[in-house]
């Protein structure tokens, strides 16, 4: 059973930092795209940040470039998202998911999806 949990979410002061956790289980996807996503209440699930299998290549959302930092560590099957400076504006459900190919920006080429973990930045 292919399993992704996420970890390390919380209420934190605007400002903050905080570090995102993913781990897999049930097959590995060391050759796919890795990705977080947030989803707030009465919108839509938003790509965060995703990165390729190497880690070479990463896409951030405009609203978090240069405040949160994606990486991957393919030994111990985990995704991270450190997250600085943290706004009220990240309050959401925070998702890993795996994506079906190498690199991937689209939220439905994402098959396999975490329960979230949430964030809350207050002011």
């Known amino acids: 059973q292919v399993q992704l949990v996420e970890s390390g979410g919380g209420l934190v002061q605007a400002g903050s930092s905080l570090r995102l956790s993913c781990t897999t289980s049930?097959?590995?996807?060391?050759?796919?795209?890795m990705g977080w996503f947030r989803q707030a209440p009465g919108e839509e699930r938003k790509l965060v940040a995703c990165?390729?299998?190497?880690?070479?290549?990463?896409y951030y959302a405009n609203s978090v470039k240069g405040r949160f930092t994606i990486s991957r560590d393919n030994d111990k099957n985990t995704l991270y998202l450190q997250m600085t400076s943290l706004e009220p504006a990240d309050t959401a459900g925070h998702y890993c998911a795996a994506g079906r190919r190498g690199f991937d920006t689209a939220v439905y080429e994402y098959d396999y999806w975490g329960q979230g973990t949430q964030v809350t930045g207050s002011s």
């Open positions: 049930g097959r590995t996807f060391g050759s796919h795209a």
């Open positions: 990165i390729n299998w190497t880690g070479s290549n990463t």
